[in-house]
């Protein structure tokens, strides 16, 4: 069988699962109490078996329906759930068997087969969960619940056309629920015992789920990611070669590591793309096989690749196991002991270091790791604060580093203040070649600084860096800068460059090219995409966009014309 045609039957099987699901909740639903809805229970059910059918039922639904997503993502802890809740399923209509309990056997039992025929498919590892999805999956746990808990109750008082009784039976809920009393039920029935206690257990196994679920990325995920960040640091040191290696340390990327050789990627998922952080990092001659094995993990995941801001170090390699590949611009970069001052293409940034050198400005570098000063951190923090908030956008991610003075490492610090010692602006470089190449990372300054500021920090930091032995620097990516290398332009590259030409108002990719161009790079660097499978489609340019930005593409949208506006 194909993969498309495996993949679709695999996806109506997860379709039934919900209508599976959706049956389980209503089988399991209170409503069997009421003698509006007695007859409609009686024809699928009886009541011998309303205790407990309907409370392992509900859990049933529940997890059914809340692995659902999951599992048409090919998540393989989906799968393990999937097939131990359709067995429990599939018991269930076995012992508690009424009117339909052969025909939804057939059915779940075939969803099972197709589930386990298939397992290879499901093989995708869970990513680390938000705070905000995991609350809100406990929430909605809790409110049905209660939900549940507060509607029996009433039921059976036969309280149910007299609403005025809810508040108090949602009061006794609680009271039973929590304060584990079983008076509120008032009947001491074995049947009535059976159903408060069950009530109670599966309260109370919410409740420690929910702190288990919780607690697990704020411990155990902590550590083992912290442990990670240590792996992948040794492996960038050693072998990261392109610019963007060092920032696989920040807080917002995976990690896939090389089974057999020693190499390191750092990642996001947005969908099913697997955006990766630059090149594979590792050694020039284990890259055939660590790409092997990254393309054998997409694969067994069911993601499509794509690498984001590529040098040329192993371009033939990825065309040569059939990556697309689309230019992205072009690096400014800076051979040091070929560069200074001199020249025309120089004049605007000598005039303005001119400037500041006639404000009396010095440039320092500060060495957090040698003796931390409360005082320069407090500055860099706040000049940092106050440039965010003069964004109109909240800041980049991903494929941009962070200032990270709790944790510098390698990083290098250097700032610019004026005679009476007050910060005007500072710049972070960022390591990659083993320390013989620095990319000036993180550039800010206070706005009401003196002309020059910037310029004067960057150039004195590549001189001192120069003197140091290190051979390159980098003032980082121009993006979509002439991305088209021959007059035959294909279809990507015409549209980069469309968006080059007609965007800038949005993107201001003009204006940052000329800050970096006036510098006057000793060299311009190609950047690449590279996208598996073929062809670039949208799904590649959405990931793109979306693992860089921390907010939605409609608030993207709000936030322009909120800067047209203003500017108006």
Request: positive net charge.
């Amino acid at each position: 069988m194909g993969i498309f045609y495996r993949r679709t039957v695999q996806n109506i099987a997860i379709i039934c699962l919900i209508f599976i699901g959706f049956k389980n909740f209503i089988i399991s639903l209170p409503l069997r109490y009421s003698q509006h809805f007695s007859g409609f229970y009686q024809y699928i059910d009886t009541k011998d078996t309303m205790f407990m059918q309907g409370k392992l039922a509900f859990v049933v639904s529940l997890v059914m329906i809340l692995l659902a997503y999951n599992l048409y993502k090919r998540m393989r802890m989906a799968w393990i759930g999937e097939i131990f809740v359709l067995v429990v399923s599939i018991v269930l209509q076995a012992i508690y068997f009424h009117a339909f309990a052969l025909h939804m056997i057939i059915v779940e039992a075939i969803i099972l087969l197709i589930l386990v025929i298939s397992v290879s498919d499901f093989s995708r590892k869970s990513q680390r969960s938000s705070i905000k999805k995991v609350l809100i999956y406990i929430v909605i746990s809790f409110v049905l619940l209660m939900a549940n808990a507060t509607f029996s109750i009433l039921l059976i008082h036969g309280d149910l056309d007299n609403l005025t009784n809810l508040s108090a039976a949602f009061s006794k809920s609680i009271k039973l629920m929590v304060m584990m009393d079983k008076s509120v039920l008032n009947n001491t029935s074995s049947a009535m015992i059976l159903y408060g206690d069950s009530l109670i257990f599966l309260f109370w196994f919410t409740v420690l789920a929910a702190l288990v679920t919780l607690l697990k990325p704020l411990a155990f995920d902590a550590y083992k990611n912290k442990n990670q960040k240590e792996r992948a640091h040794a492996i960038i040191l050693k072998y990261g070669q392109n610019p963007m290696s060092y920032l696989a340390i920040e807080d917002d990327k995976y990690y896939f590591f090389g089974e057999t050789i020693e190499g390191v990627c750092a990642y996001t998922i947005v969908g099913n793309v697997m955006v990766i952080c630059g090149d594979i990092i590792c050694k020039s001659s284990d890259a055939v096989v660590f790409l092997e094995e990254l393309i054998l993990f997409s694969k067994r995941n069911h993601y499509d690749l794509i690498l984001l801001n590529i040098t040329n170090e192993f371009i033939d390699l990825y065309k040569s196991n059939q990556f697309g590949t689309l230019k992205y611009g072009e690096d400014a970069c800076f051979k040091l002991e070929d560069y200074d001052l001199k020249g025309g293409a120089v004049a605007k940034v000598r005039a303005a270091i001119n400037h500041a050198n006639k404000a009396g400005i010095a440039v320092y570098e500060y060495k957090p790791l040698e003796a931390r000063d409360v005082l320069i951190e407090k500055q860099i923090m706040g000049i940092s604060e106050k440039w965010l908030n003069n964004k109109a956008m909240p800041e980049m991610k991903f494929m941009l580093g962070s200032i990270s003075l709790e944790a510098p490492r390698e990083r290098r610090y250097f700032y610019a203040a004026d005679s009476n010692g007050e910060m005007l602006g500072f710049v972070v470089f960022l390591p990659y070649m083993s320390s013989k190449a620095y990319l000036a990372e993180v550039t800010r300054r206070k706005t009401n600084a003196p002309q020059g500021v910037l310029e004067k920090i960057i150039y004195d930091a590549f001189m001192v860096m120069k003197d140091e032995g290190v051979t390159y620097g980098n003032m980082g990516l121009s993006p979509l800068y002439n991305v088209s290398e021959n007059e035959n332009q294909s279809i990507s590259e015409k549209i980069s460059t469309y968006i080059y030409e007609h965007l800038n108002e949005a993107y201001d990719f003009k204006s940052l090219h000329h800050a970096k161009e006036k510098y006057a790079p000793t060299h311009w660097e190609s950047r690449y995409i590279a996208y598996y499978p073929k062809p670039m489609t949208l799904k590649y340019a959405y990931a793109i966009v979306k693992a860089q930005n921390p907010v939605t593409v409609l608030q993207m949208i709000k936030a322009q014309l909120k800067k047209r506006s203003d500017g108006s």
